[in-house]
Every structure is written in structure tokens, then in C-alpha cells.
């Protein structure tokens, strides 16, 4: 059975830093293409990060968010800095199989992790 498993959230103040950790089990997450989504309450779900052979960065991350592997952990991370308000949301791993970039249809997804940047 397949499952993604997201951890590292929490409350943080503007300007701080959190690393996410999306941990797999079922498969090798080396062979997946691995996402990171986040939804903000009231609005739609959206990309962050996307890791296949290159990452991706949404515009509004780029320079502040790093997105790397852990092959003996099994574990995406989502390393964020700079924090602002407009991060706050809940944030999602995905992880797809013979794919070169992520969307909204991946085919593993995790529960998320609540993110709220507030002094």
C-alpha cells in the first residue's frame, strides 16, 4: 500500500523557516516525479515545487523555497525560507510515475501539513 506522509508544518513567525518532509512508503520515491501543492483556505489548489530530473518553482517561491531528495530516507523535502503570510495554507506531497512534470492529477497524494506564517 502506498503512502505519502507529510510533516514539518506548524506556526511561524514572517521571515522565518520551516522544512517540510513528505516520507514514502509502497514505493521508491527516486523513481517518482514528486510535487509539492498548497492550498490556501478559499482558494484553489496550487503548485509549488515540482522535482523529476530539474525542479520547478512557482514564481511566487522561486529564491526562497529548495526542494531536494533523501534516497536512504525515502523523503522529499520542502525547505522554506523567508516566510510571508501569503504562504499560510495547508501543503500537499503528490508523486507520479513516468512523468517529466507535476499536475493536478498525480496519482499518490498525501493529507498535508497545516502552514500558518503569523506574528
Known amino acids: 500500500q502506498v503512502q505519502l506522509v507529510e510533516s514539518g508544518g506548524g506556526l511561524v513567525q514572517p521571515g522565518g523557516s520551516l522544512r517540510l518532509s513528505c516520507a514514502a512508503s509502497?514505493?521508491?520515491?527516486?523513481?517518482?516525479?514528486v510535487g509539492w501543492f498548497r492550498q490556501a483556505p478559499g482558494k484553489e489548489r496550487e503548485g509549488v515545487s515540482c522535482?523529476?530530473?530539474?525542479?520547478y518553482y512557482a514564481d511566487s517561491v522561486k529564491g526562497r523555497f529548495t526542494i531536494s531528495r533523501d534516497s536512504a530516507k525515502n523523503t522529499v523535502y520542502l525547505q522554506m525560507n523567508s516566510l510571508k503570510p501569503e504562504d499560510t495554507a495547508v501543503y500537499y506531497c503528490?508523486?507520479?510515475?513516468?512523468?517529466?512534470?507535476?499536475?493536478?492529477?498525480?496519482?499518490?497524494w498525501g493529507k498535508g501539513t497545516l502552514v500558518t506564517v503569523s506574528s
Open positions: 503528490a508523486a507520479d510515475f513516468g512523468v517529466t512534470t507535476c499536475y493536478a492529477g498525480m496519482d499518490y
Open positions: 522535482i523529476s530530473g530539474s525542479k
Open positions: 509502497g514505493l521508491i520515491l527516486d523513481y517518482y516525479t
